[in-house]
């Protein structure tokens, strides 16, 4: 089991591997990394099946809220933290 | 739009009330279906050719061959389920008008391909395999969306339409597996054709007014979407459901694997040539 500072580390990673258009530097965890499109739409199946792999359970793409990939915190709280209310409050 | 255009769609038009089928009579639906059987030819699954292939025994093989034919069919659901959502909006557009009589064809048609690939989905696996694409909003150059989405939906028909054709003529398959591809292909010929036409047109009469980095932006686009139309073809949920152990690691090293990428570059070979030749791409890329 990864603890919440490996997994964040480890979608922070990510990022920077998969996107030339930040750097380490510029990545916080509230940067909106779909909207500055740092990540595009065309890497979120990436995305999930990397997130898949650290939680090791296939990802319902339908139940997803919208916003749930804004920026990393938004993952982290939709995927690893298992409370929906906090994630909703969060992006609305 | 173009007249070029207009006599291809009318043509297409007389060729689909002439070819048209009925989904729900022209296929026979078996109870059950025996997955110890070929549902999708063995050079075609994504892990051929891999360790993780060779290491099956024929009887394995044979039942993620059936699991790989659910994944082929449900990635057809989605990307028609976006293809039919996308024809619906242009439908009647004042400057798509003319060509709207064809896209009422192209409409029946996709809707019908997804009741028999549903049909088969449902009935034998009891799912369709999710969607794990997304996309969200965003701006475009005058004629950039309409262009990408033609040009994505002759991308995803153009590699499903050689694994139609491959598949509708083997005869290892069951009979059921062979006539499905072969229904699909007869109407995707016609919806290549309208592809290839519409998505040379609408290049030809925007790119010159795009900017050089909308160009090279497309550009990046189409190539990544090419390799995000193949990912989907390395389903985790696949190998998991036929009982392969790590199905992530199975998936990533398969799609790393030189085997599956002369596979990709094979298959993507004849519409690679027809963006490069287009002028649509500059380059072939390595897939």
Redesign the interface.
Known sequence: MKTEAEIRLALRQWVLKNSNKISAEDLGDDTAI?EQ?II???????L??FI??LTNC?????S?KPGT?RNLNTIYKGFFHGDDDDRSAKES | MMNDLETTAHKLCQASRKDYVNPYSDLEWPDTVNIHNWFMSPELISLYGTEHYDRLSEADRKKLSFYEAINFFSLNIHGEKSLIEGLAQRLYRRDVGPISSYLHHFLDEENKHMVYFGGFCARYAGKVYPDRKLSFPREYQSGEEDFLFFARVLVFEEIVDVYNVQMSLDERLVPLARQINLMHHRDEARHLVFGRKIVKELFEHYSPRWPGATLQAIREYLINYIMGAWKEYYNPDVYRDAGLVDPYRVREESFNHPRCRSHRQKITRACLRYLTENGILDKEPAL
């Open positions: 779909i499109r595009t739409s065309l890497q979120i199946m990436d999930i099946l898949e792999t296939p990802i319902e793409v339908d997803l990939f």
